[in-house]
């Protein structure tokens, strides 16, 4: 019985959680430039997430140790030092970039410059980390976070033609704008496979003490909580496409982006774009501080986890405060959030190939995985991934530059 | 024993179960005629990063000298105290110190502090 309760609340969760400021924009910008044409790499990297995300769990569940703890172990800090530099850096902007978008999200709602909601977003986002446990932060934020469906209502209502839609999914050379495009379908990899997100997980699967008899709810919740958190996307992307695009509204703010609502629901449509950005944005931030405090923690051999008391654990807590601080000093200097963002998925695919790599190996490891190894379609899968991440590693410097 | 498979980089417990660190290195003596015996384990960041680069080690230290948690740091533990010996076989070590006793908990103390005037944190 509670293991269906997992399920329901990770699955509620997967889809709550799954849109914050990179999906947006990514997917904002795809629809109103391109119309459905990047389906496929909202769906692609959907595939990619759940099932990275689902290694990261059944790695946890079964070795009882996280990414980031079985990394060091497994590969020494020699190599460990080079994801775990570029997952700072990477963390860090994106955790600024978050706290920019849940400030623009009240300055929608409230009118007043979003600068002025930094500081108090971020003492939020601190208090929730310092009292809450990680079922509250998880569930809580996850469930709020269901308010992003009214971007599948949303394109719902605009009855787009599923004959289109359909199409979509084939991965196709766009018609014009051969450097955006691809810029665009490899920045929405990059927003979706985000690196915090794989140590999170499997970081969560240890605080929530999930059996290796119950496996199969790690499953699910990966594949089917991420499919329709996939689907969440889609729905910013196929509203963009068949509101903002035909006006030729290009979205460089998220206040361009807010209009993509107006049709389905009219006067509240601003309010309810806010709400979501707002919730994606906070819960996100919260996520992402906390696993700094989980990756700074398990790769020194400290105490860790968001339902130990703060001060038995208190380098974890120093180190999610650090980091927020740090991200909120960038957020303040008065960067545009969406710019942040942009760069943000750019680097993340810059890194990809060092965060995959390693599951490549701990996957097959007997120590770790014991008769729960991956079999020869999930190591194709990672060694595919590793490879075309390094592909898009070396482009994705020059799409930004001549795309972005 | 492989020492980096089975001993490097492992999570080290105290005789209680708790964290104390990661055997971020491993101390070998040097025999004449003879090979080489792992005397110690080594906790402590500036080991750990002296790994990547020497200057970051130095740089650690000189932070720890800084929060006044240098002394006894990184902490050298005798191989005679690891309670299992078999480390194939286990998750991490066990050695027969109380974190506590030892520099290893300096910093998580000295972190104590910075949070203890804060309600809600116990």
């Known amino acids: 019985m509670s293991a269906i309760v997992d399920l329901i609340l990770g699955v509620v969760t997967s889809i709550g959680g799954f849109v914050e400021v990179g999906s947006i924009s990514t997917s904002a910008q795809a629809g109103s430039e391109f119309g459905f044409e990047l389906l496929w790499a909202v769906a692609a990297a959907g595939i990619m997430l759940a099932m990275l995300v689902e290694m990261g769990g059944r790695l946890a569940a079964v070795s009882k140790r996280s990414l980031a703890a079985a990394v060091r172990e497994r590969f020494g800090i020699d190599f460990q030092i080079v994801p775990l530099s570029a997952e700072f850096i990477v963390d860090v902007l994106l955790l600024a970039a978050e706290v920019g978008g849940a400030a623009i999200a009240v300055k929608l709602l409230t009118g007043i410059g979003f600068q002025w909601w930094i500081l108090p977003i971020g003492v939020l986002a601190w208090l929730v980390l310092w009292t809450c446990g990680f079922a509250v932060i998880e569930y809580g934020i996850g469930i709020l976070g269901l308010v992003t469906l009214c971007f599948v209502v949303s394109a719902w209502k605009l009855g787009p033609d599923v004959a289109d839609l359909g199409k979509s999914f084939v991965p196709t050379l766009s018609t014009h704008h051969h450097l955006r495009y691809a810029f665009l379908a490899v920045s929405i990899v990059g927003a979706t496979v985000s690196p915090y997100l794989l140590n999170f997980y499997s970081s969560g699967t240890i605080e929530e003490k999930l059996k290796v008899e119950d496996l199969w709810v790690n499953t699910t919740t990966a594949y089917v909580g991420t499919m329709f958190g996939t689907v969440v996307s889609m729905g910013v992307l196929v509203s963009s496409a068949m509101v903002l695009g035909p006006r030729q509204i290009q979205v460089d703010s998220y206040e361009q982006a807010a209009l993509m609502l107006v049709p389905a629901f009219g006067r509240w449509a601003i309010g309810l774009f806010a709400v979501s950005l707002g919730i994606g944005c906070f819960g996100a931030a919260v996520e992402i501080a906390l696993n700094a405090g989980y990756v700074f923690a398990q790769v020194l051999g400290a105490p860790w986890g968001a339902n130990k008391p703060r001060l038995s654990a208190s380098r974890f807590t120093a180190a999610f405060t650090f980091v927020l601080l740090l991200s909120l000093a960038i957020a303040l200097i008065g960067f545009d959030p969406l710019r942040v963002t942009m760069i943000c998925v750019a680097l993340t695919v810059v890194v990809m190939p060092a965060m995959v790599l390693p599951f490549l190996v701990l996957m097959n490891d007997d120590k770790y995985l014991r008769d729960h190894k991956n079999g020869p379609f999930r190591n194709g899968f990672l060694a595919v991934l590793t490879i075309l991440g390094a592909l898009l590693a070396l482009v994705v410097i020059p799409l930004e530059i001549f795309g972005g | ?122």
Do not use: C, N, Y
């Open chain 2, 1 to 122: 024993m492989d020492l980096v498979r089975d001993m490097l980089d492992k999570e080290v417990m105290d005789r209680h179960g708790r964290e104390m660190g990661r055997a971020d290195s491993v101390v070998l003596e040097i025999r004449q005629g003879a090979p080489p015996r792992v005397v110690a384990i080594d906790v402590g960041p500036s080991v750990l990063l002296a790994r990547v680069a020497m200057f970051l080690g130095r740089w650690v230290t000189g932070l720890e000298h800084a929060l006044g948690i240098a002394e006894g740091r990184p902490v050298r533990i005798p191989f005679e105290e690891i309670l299992d010996q078999e480390l194939e076989q286990e998750d991490h070590i066990k050695v027969d110190l109380a974190a506590g006793e030892t520099a290893a908990a300096a910093l998580e103390s000295r972190a104590r502090t910075w949070f203890s005037g804060i309600p809600g944190g116990s």
